[in-house]
């Protein structure tokens, strides 16, 4: 019984991993779209007080499980990896 | 245009975290399931095998922009959160 709901457990997991993969890509497109168009109004490609208010909308919606730092510190893993997206973006655009 | 361009995609932006935040936390639920099952079941809690099977699944669906070496990253950091939890469930039953 025990080792049929870990399995059905662990399929609901794998679903959410593809979900999760889904949703980090699209978001990363749209960080990329954001670098372009900030590339043509000439702005800073980091901005400090928005990515503190991101954080800080996602920690008064977090109910748990997770700790509120632990939620400040996947979200800036992934703002930081498509940050990172922006960079190599803009480098394409110098070396052409 | 291009600064309402920006706000736009913004808005796409915070709407892509909070579905984030809400599978996270759907994760985190149901690893904390399957830590209460293993322990049930008397089985180790972390399990290097099926980490890297549930890593390698998420790069072979992987079609960028995140490099695999990214996608392997931050979901290495969510499921070490995660796992985390279990620990902390773990030590609250210890307590009881």
Avoid at 26 to 46: L, S
Avoid at 73 to 95: G, P, T, W
Wanted: glycine share 4%; net charge neutral; proline share 2%.
């Amino acid at each position: 019984m025990s080792a049929e709901e870990l399995k059905s457990l662990r399929s609901k997991l794998d679903e959410i991993n593809v979900e999760l993969l889904e949703l980090m890509t699209k978001r990363a497109e749209i960080v990329t779209d954001i670098g372009k168009v900030k590339a043509k109004i000439g702005t800073k490609r980091f901005d400090p007080v928005r990515e503190s208010q991101m954080l800080e909308e996602l920690v008064q919606l977090n109910k748990g499980p997770f700790s509120d730092d632990t939620i400040r510190h996947l979200f800036k893993q992934i703002f930081k990896a498509s940050l990172d997206l922006q960079k190599i973006d803009q480098q394409k655009e110098l070396l052409v």
